[in-house]
């Protein structure tokens, strides 16, 4: 750890002065501590971090932030008790050496203060940027997210906290300025509460649990669901007398609710998704919550007062207006081989009945092998066959072609599909241009919206209401009802309508939040990026520190 190497090292190279330092003496023992700190560090980051000390208690006449002669003051002991409270933002206090400043609370001699007054200053620098921009690099931990969180400078931080009246305001100001970050944090400590009882565990494997069958299993749902908070007490009919075992009306709505948390069909019937929902262990739960965390972290705590906001591990589109959501929809997101990439963006404008240019590798890998079964595949599906994909492009008859001798590595064509009810971009596609070529988008492909997970496309993301989402999006352009938006799409006409005001478009990726009405829920990890982030995040403490 980057404290206690740079300052371990140097500990015996300092002058011990018996007794009560002078203030000469604690002066002394800084400069010493930070030169031969800057001098055993290890790695550019702690070179980098040490010189911007040193050079900050060089302009201040190495007057101490945290110590005096006689001791360590008042900010000292507050500082390290919010350094040793770190784990409730889901942070280790060990990254932030509060063992070792602790323990040196009760020093009195120079070389042992100046120790201290380093170690503190390096783990509040530590801390706070943890809490501004997270731990983690979001493209290192995992290449599909492009998510360019907001550095905090070093030499910020210390020029503030120099004239910082609170330390603890001070410090909070770091955290995410949301709401959602505080429901989360909340939610960790009532989890972990849980589990200092011993969690949960697993429900035994069996038929489906259904309303009105009595099950000795179904008692044991009926313990989890009163743990969870999902049935409360005075809707439990066994606190009342009734037989525990027995599937009651009050129990399948609890049921229910915790199928709704958990993004799971809200049938009220204990099937293989909801049992293996309830069988994830407490310890899985709690490290989602440290995950999802961090994201948050990432986040910028402004989204845009108005704002579209897609969760990918939840497959739900919201379009939010300050702290109201004014519509939500489920999507289809990218397959687990052609994930859907994390970024934000601005929409800027939305066709109705789009022509959709294919992909060449769709074209390619898909459509050619079709093609080449049957020519009149295009013709039937729509498409236009052109000569390449320069805008001078001619149209091709694709009889014409001598399709034997095309293949994946020959295909110098591009693939136009008309407007109409078979494009696969159904209706409406919604534009906001960016490197990754995704855009929001209609589908003829109805029935996916009512799966449970649904990873189905390659990359868009497919509404499953775009009228609405038009009109609502629409909103401050102005003129454009949903009645005329239904009028264009009925015309066939392709039209182009430009936002007046760009709106922000987020696509994330969180498997645990909380609503504001304190429901916690949980998402299953579609992607594999929670296993990702805990080994970049955790590393070797995945599984074992939550």
Not at 28 to 37: I, S, V
Not at 304 to 319: P, S, T
Not at 488 to 513: A, C, F, M, N
Request: hydrophobic fraction near 40%; charged fraction near 25%.
């Amino acid at each position: 750890m980057m404290i206690n190497r740079a300052i371990g090292l140097v500990f015996g190279l300092l002058l011990l002065v018996p007794g009560a330092a002078s203030a000469a003496a604690l002066q002394e023992a800084l400069a010493a501590q930070l030169r031969a700190g800057v001098g055993t560090a290890a790695t550019d980051d702690e070179i980098e971090t040490l010189t911007v000390l040193e050079r900050f208690y060089q302009e201040r006449a190495l007057e101490p932030l945290w110590v005096q002669e006689s001791g360590a003051g008042p900010r000292a002991r507050e500082l390290s008790e919010l350094l040793a409270a770190a784990d409730l933002d889901a942070l280790d206090p060990r990254d932030y050496g509060a063992e070792p400043i602790a323990a040196l609370l009760g020093a009195a001699k120079p070389a042992q203060l100046a120790e201290l007054e380093v170690r503190l200053t390096l783990g509040l620098i530590r801390f706070v940027a943890d809490l501004g921009q997270g731990r983690t690099t979001p493209h290192v931990a995992d290449p599909e997210l492009f998510v360019f969180r907001e550095e905090v400078r070093k030499e910020t931080v210390l020029a503030q906290v120099a004239l910082a009246q609170d330390l603890t305001l001070f410090v909070d100001s770091y955290r995410p300025q949301t709401s959602r970050y505080d429901r989360q944090k909340v939610a960790l400590a009532e989890y972990r509460a849980l589990a200092t009882q011993g969690g949960w565990q697993p429900l035994p494997e069996g038929p489906t649990l259904k309303p009105s069958m009595t099950d000795p299993r179904i008692g044991l749902l009926r313990e989890r669901l009163r743990l969870w908070g999902d049935l409360k007490a005075a809707d439990d009919a066994a606190e009342a007398g009734g037989d525990p075992d027995f599937y009651d009306d009050a129990l399948v709505d609890a049921v229910k609710w915790m199928q709704y948390r958990h993004g799971l069909t809200q049938d009220g019937a204990v099937g293989k998704k909801t049992l293996a929902a309830l069988n994830v262990s407490i310890e899985t739960r709690l490290e989602q919550m440290v995950l999802n965390l961090e994201r948050r972290r990432w986040m910028p705590d402004d989204l845009g007062r108005r704002h579209i906001f897609v969760n990918l591990a939840d497959q739900l589109l919201k379009l939010v207006d300050g702290e109201k959501t004014l519509l939500d929809m489920p999507v289809v997101v990218g397959k687990p081989y052609h994930s859907t990439p994390v970024f934000s963006h601005e929409m800027t404008y939305l066709v109705m009945n789009p022509y959709w240019n294919v992909p060449p590798s769709i074209a390619r890998k898909e459509l050619l092998p079709k093609i080449k079964d049957d020519v009149s595949y295009l013709a039937s599906n729509n498409f236009t066959l052109f000569s390449d994909w320069s805008s001078g492009a001619s149209v091709v008859d694709p009889h014409t072609v001598d399709w034997a001798g095309v293949n994946r590595n020959n295909f110098p064509y591009k693939l136009r599909q008309g407007s109409g009810d078979g494009n696969a971009l159904g209706r409406v596609k919604f534009m906001f241009p960016n490197r990754f070529n995704i855009y929001l988008h209609d589908t003829p492909a109805k029935t996916l919206f009512g799966k449970d997970q649904r990873t189905f496309s390659h990359g868009c993301i497919r509404v499953s209401d775009p009228p609405g989402l038009a009109e609502a999006v629409l909103t401050s352009t102005g003129g454009w009802s949903l009645d005329r938006i239904n009028a264009t799409i009925d015309s066939g006409e392709r039209r182009i309508v430009t936002l007046k005001q760009p709106l922000p478009v987020h696509i994330g990726y969180l498997t645990s939040w909380v609503n504001k009405d304190g429901s916690v829920h949980f998402r299953t990890d579609v992607y594999g990026r929670d296993a990702k982030l805990a080994e970049a995040l955790l590393g070797a403490r995945a599984g074992g520190w939550r």
